[in-house]
């Protein structure tokens, strides 16, 4: 029961944002007048700024919030001044603006040609001279050209239509203008090895043949080549074979370059960038060794330089803070956590209550730890969903929630695993989803609405004009309301793009009435009875976002775990589970995103009306052993297996997958799922087909049939394991 006097001494609650801190006081409000009669019975209820602040305020310390705070956009023109100031102050610091405008990338670092051509079409490497250019050394290069006033063209055509690789014209990486000269960068070392997957003899018989086509028309070629960037002599080696074939050099001004930095907008690109990584500072409360940590455990080039640049930027934004005498948001929480420490305020709170604590940071972790230390031994009670971790970009840091025992200490647990919201259909899919991360707590929700047909509805983009993606949202409206004209409806998108495209669409269609447009992140906490979930596809602006935070914030960030997508997994469980009966996803079959691919598998009882994806959906379960059966399900004896349709035509009984339910098909010492989007291999014996298990014997690890403990039909098949 809620005690009916001196709550304010007694208890603590602390609420994220002010939206929620007044949801908790109206139901405080309700609770305490149910139990008690009196509206008045209340905790103090804050938000951690508004406790951070009152706690100035009482102490005597400035309280006036700057605008720097309530006002990014102040905050990124500060930034921005204070960028042109740094580059203006010398030639090393224009130099050291432009090194750490781009984090290098080394090309022989990519296993597959997929993962490298993720790589180019996600990340964009831009010029000084505006193109766009394929790679970092290539980058490198334009600069320092562009920098030494050689007049240059980026992949011109070459003087005469030749194709050196099938498909390809010929164009040289840089042409010297005005000149008969041309300049290529070979991508190889000095043994001629070249990125893994390229066919190395087929790359140098080009390299030679470009060479042999130079000498046929008569034009120069001068070549530079990745060892030297590795050896960090590709400028060196630039400026002498230049001066080899009399390409003279002119240093352009200081002055000049910056005009075109902020022409090109590399000074307004890089002040958005460093306002990222000063939030990110602030909220992880990082000082200038912990802000180098940070950078080298996340291998970032030029880690030091960053370190020295941000303790630059962190020393001259707290001093311009000082001079306005104002203090921003993390002020708020840094400084208050500072008076507590020392002595100047002590906490009198019995009971500490925080409310969504899966998105608390550290510098808030550390106010409630203070609160804690030089309280009166309170309780600490906190309440959140490690499943819906969705704001690492403001500080939240997960494992904070996931490893509480170890961060924070000893504890119990109460699991609310009973939801009102939304039904089981949904609850089976979004929790089977999120939990393919092992960092997030295993719970087996139930919900109070039971249905027993799918109610999460995969659908495809495809159709013949630009508005593909709006116009199968304007369909699924109008499917709706035929069969519920009252329902509340919610477009979802991971990109307010998205969003915007499909209000202004569906207004000019007239179907806006009783339809609400979220953002995933800004969805949580909302619902509705059908959500329409838009923009499943691969790509830098897909879901999930292929394309990390730039390095460098990512490592000035709350650390990741390492499974893949692990907080766009977190985004998906919350877009999905905002509808209270149905939710529709619309997905890209021709760049489908990968969490789509991963769904569409017998894990996931979706329901596929899209004849694409019920296409690939049906390849799953293609016998390759017929031409005609395909498998299917049933539960047996000791549980679920697969048979071929096909009957007494084939006998073929595959096993199931154990990571997506799918057939996984038998051959001499592997069992391949036949999903494609999987593939789990399991090994298996060669003599009995059961599973293979790693042993250890005297001489080491070896592999053993399972059956070598079954005793009516014992296997005692073993080979060599290989690590």
Known sequence: MIPKKNNDEDILLLAFNRSAANELKDRFNIRAKELTGFESSLPKIKTFHALGKQILGETKQTTYVSDFATDKIKLKMWISKWLVDYISSGPEQLKKFIQLSYQPINPFDFDTKEEYDAYVRDNEYRTLQGERVKGYQELLIANWLFLNGVSYEYEAPYVTKRRIEIGYDYRPDFHINETSIYLEHFGIDRLGNVRSDINKVEYNEQIKRKRALHKECETTLIETYHYDWVEDKLEARLETILNEVGVRQKKLPDDEILSVLNKLG????????????????RIESLDSDGILDRLQLNNIVYADDYRDFFKSLVDDYQAELRNQDRIDFEDMIILSTKVIEEGVFTPKWK???VDEFQDISMSRMKFVQTLIDHGPSPILTVVGDDWQSIYRFSGGKLELTTRFEELVGSHTITKLDKTFRYNNSIADIAGTFIMENPEQYVKKITTHERVKKRQVYL????????????????????RIRKEDHSG???????????????????????????????????????????????GFFQ???GFPNNNKEEAVIEALLPMLDTFAHSEERRLFYVALTRARKKSYLIADPMATSEFVNEILSPKYPIHIISETFEKRYREIFKCPLCSEGYFKRYNGRYGSFYSCSSGSICKSKPRECGDCKSPSIDNVELSICNNPNCKKELDICDKCGRPMKVRSGRFGKFWGCTGYGIKKDQCKNTRRYFG
Do not use: P
């Not at 509340?488 to 009783?514: C, H, P, T």
């Open 459 to 478: 659908l495809d983009s495809t159709l013949d004009h630009e508005d593909k993606l709006q116009e199968r949202s304007a369909e699924v409206i109008k």
């Open 488 to 534: 509340q409806i919610a477009v979802m998108s991971r990109y307010n793009y998205l969003i915007n495209d499909a209000k202004k669409y569906l207004i000019g269609e007239g179907l806006e009435s009783n339809v609400k447009f979220w953002t995933f992140h800004r969805s949580k906490g909302l619902e509705a009875d059908y959500c329409i979930l838009i």
């Open 266 to 281: 590399f000074i307004d690109v890089n002040a958005s960038r460093y306002l990222k990584c000063l939030e990110a500072i």
């Open 539 to 541: 790509g830098r602006s």
């Open 351 to 353: 009971h500490i209550l």
